[in-house]
């Protein structure tokens, strides 16, 4: 059974900070994808990785890949009040029409 | 309307009463979901639509019941539903089921209280 665990569960900073959340698995998988979630909403696509490796920035946040395509990482730089929300990894393993999960972490940034 | 709506947004249902919860996606995709989501837990996925036919039913309890009349719309019936079936209900859609075209796109789910 494919697992993506995040860490930390939960993470609150004040604004201005940096941070990382991670998504790790034992597992390797096709892409990963991150997306955030705002109370009462549904998740939001942010980004999606597919090479081993591979960066990608979108404005303060910066999301990385593993060489071995078997974790990703989501860093963001000066966090503002708006970066808060539940941060979601997803992951294409080995079962058709399924994306594997992880639990999230809660992000609060405090003004 | 935009994406994917839902409805109702909140909904609080006795054990022994029937209903159904509604999708609708504008966005032209071939796929649409339908996930569980509870406090601190993974998003369970419930079952998969891929071009209006089932192709996932993850060991789903028969008191929900699907239903895809078409591409752009999905229904969750309900019925005789348990207290620990109170959670976030979300509906999603995607291009398709591989690479890019597994990005998926999500309503703003439906809240259920089953008391």
């Known amino acids: 059974t494919q697992l993506l665990e995040q860490s930390p569960q939960f993470l609150s900073i004040q604004e201005g900070e940096n941070l990382t959340v991670y998504c790790n698995s034992s597992s390797v998988f096709s892409s990963l994808q991150w997306y955030r979630q705002e109370p009462g909403e549904g998740p939001v696509l942010l980004v999606t990785?597919?090479?081993g490796g591979e960066v990608k920035k979108l404005k303060r946040l910066t999301f990385q890949f593993g060489d071995a395509r078997k974790d990703s990482s989501l860093h963001i730089t000066a966090a503002q009040p708006g970066d808060t929300g539940l941060y979601l990894c997803?992951?294409?393993?080995?079962?058709?029409?399924?994306?594997?999960w992880g639990a999230g972490t809660k992000l609060i940034i405090k003004p | 309307e935009t994406g994917v709506t839902q409805t109702p947004r909140h909904l609080v249902m006795g054990m022994t009463n029937k209903k159904s919860l509604k999708c609708e996606q504008h966005?032209?995709?071939?796929?649409m979901y339908w996930y569980k989501q509870s406090a601190k837990k993974p998003l369970e996925l419930m079952f998969v639509?891929?071009?209006?036919?089932?192709?996932e039913n993850n060991s789903v309890p028969s008191r929900f019941s699907p239903e895809c009349p078409n591409s752009s719309h999905l229904f969750l019936h309900l019925h005789t539903l348990q207290p620990e079936d109170s959670a976030l209900y979300l509906c999603?859609?995607?291009?398709?089921?591989?690479?890019?075209?597994?990005?998926?796109?999500f309503g703003p789910g439906t809240r259920l209280t089953v008391t």
């Open positions: 966005l032209g995709h071939n796929a």
């Open positions: 999603a859609s995607s291009i398709g089921t591989s690479g890019r075209y597994y990005e998926q796109y």
């Open positions: 997803a992951g294409e393993g080995d079962s058709n029409y399924q994306l594997i």
């Open positions: 990785v597919v090479t």
């Open positions: 639509y891929n071009f209006k036919e089932q192709t």
